[in-house]
């Protein structure tokens, strides 16, 4: 037996059935529950809006940050000498990276499956 494949709806799908409700004579609860469907759906809206403007202020505010450091960071560049030239050094056949540099581990311990 094959299953049809479920449609996956978010809140951005979700209607009020105040649109649904046809016109003409409709009994005044119906109104009410219209009315109140309504409400319900304009507070959810606003409060999306509300996280969604609260997000994109921290945004803004993280940007300002970044830009405020790269402008530190260029500074300090253009105000430092310039670095001498760094020679490579040669390793030694027979000799690990490891043996001659300390902070390098050997090539066995950080082996990780993904």
Do not use: W
Not at 50 to 61: P, S, T, Y
Not at 83 to 96: M, T, V
Not at 100 to 114: F, M, S, V
Request: charged share 30%.
């Amino acid at each position: 037996m094959n299953r049809q494949p479920m449609t996956l709806k978010g809140l951005q799908d979700m209607k009020t059935t105040a649109t649904f409700m046809g016109g003409g004579d409709v009994a005044p609860h119906k109104l009410h529950m219209r009315l109140c469907a309504l409400k319900m759906e304009r507070h959810r809206r606003d409060q999306e809006r509300r996280v969604a403007l609260e997000r994109a202020r921290k945004c803004h505010e993280r940007c300002e940050a970044i830009e405020t450091e790269v402008r530190a960071i260029l500074e300090v560049i253009q105000n430092r000498a310039p670095l001498p030239e760094l020679k490579p050094r040669a390793i030694k056949p027979g000799r690990s990276t490891a043996a001659t540099n300390p902070t390098i581990r050997p090539a066995g311990i950080l082996k990780h499956r993904y």
